[in-house]
């Protein structure tokens, strides 16, 4: 494929990056240039499919669109995009090449939004980590491939690790939107636990007292992760401690005060993502 539609198509996805990606955009462009288009590329498909799943179409017509984005993973499995004019697969193919991609963690990540888009819910912990695999375990792994590593086997495991918890971050923060949109990841085990039918209404200690029990967990599976920096290069090690500490501090805000989360969503200023951002890159030199 012609080098200016490549590099054209990498311009597309850095654009939909810079404009869509709140978080994950302070932790990219601590990366060398060629790292930071395979990045694009990576969260621009990532972005495609979770807009779906997000999206007011109806749900069939949701599940045919993810179908769609299957048959373009096939096409990038096979190495023939047979005329695919799409900027993402086309910058996707070029960074398969330079980076050997695991393809497995897009089907993983379709995977997960249909599971959004079918209403499931979670009973036990053992199935929202599964589910948390296959929406941020699977970016977590492609985060490695980019990366490089020195132990690139468990780089991978401790990726999915990172993934799973930033993702149990998400959940915590987003419990209030979750619900006003019919949607509910905290276990049910852990609900009955404390005596709620949901994580948002009923006795404000015994929401205090769930979302602590499920902080605490998230901590747990932060400092599992964060083993992956001895794997890594500095300037990978800078991306991931700016993606990590946004989300670990949103979680410690939600440790300060655990019914924030009943009363909106918690988030970080820009300012606040850059400070945390110098810092990694500060952290990763020293």
């Not at 499995?77 to 090449?97: K, Y």
Request: charged share 30%; hydrophobic share 40%; glycine share 8%.
């Amino acid at each position: 494929m012609k080098t200016a539609t490549i590099q054209g198509a990498y311009r597309a996805c850095e654009e939909t990056t810079r404009r869509e990606a709140a978080n994950f955009f302070y932790g990219i462009r601590l990366l060398p240039p060629d790292k930071r288009r395979a990045m694009s590329a990576a969260y621009a498909f990532a972005r495609r499919v979770d807009d779906i799943g997000d999206g007011t179409m109806p749900d069939d017509a949701k599940l045919a669109a993810l179908a769609r984005e299957r048959d373009g993973i096939a096409h990038l499995r096979s190495g023939v995009l047979n005329g695919h004019t799409d900027n993402t697969l086309i910058a996707l193919a070029d960074a398969r090449e330079r980076f050997d991609l695991p393809l497995d963690a897009f089907d993983q990540l379709v995977d997960g939004v249909e599971l959004d888009v079918r209403g499931t819910t979670y009973e036990t912990f053992d199935e929202l980590r599964h589910y948390c695999i296959c929406v941020a375990g699977s970016i977590g792994r492609l985060c490695v491939a980019i990366f490089g590593s020195t132990d690139r086997e468990r780089a991978m495991d401790l990726a999915e690790q990172l993934g799973i918890a930033m993702q149990l971050t998400n959940i915590l923060r987003d419990v209030r939107e979750d619900l006003a949109n019919g949607r509910i990841y905290i276990p049910g085990e852990d609900l009955r636990r404390f005596g709620l039918d949901d994580p948002v209404s009923g006795d404000p200690a015994a929401i205090q007292q769930l979302v602590r029990f499920e902080a605490q967990r998230n901590r747990e599976w932060f400092a599992r992760g964060m083993a992956l920096t001895a794997l890594l290069d500095g300037r990978s090690t800078a991306c991931l401690l700016a993606m990590t500490g946004i989300y670990r501090r949103i979680l410690s805000r939600i440790e300060q005060d655990p019914l924030a989360v009943t009363r909106g969503r918690i988030s970080l200023s820009g300012w606040e993502k850059a400070r945390v951002a110098a810092s990694s890159l500060a952290r990763s030199a020293a």
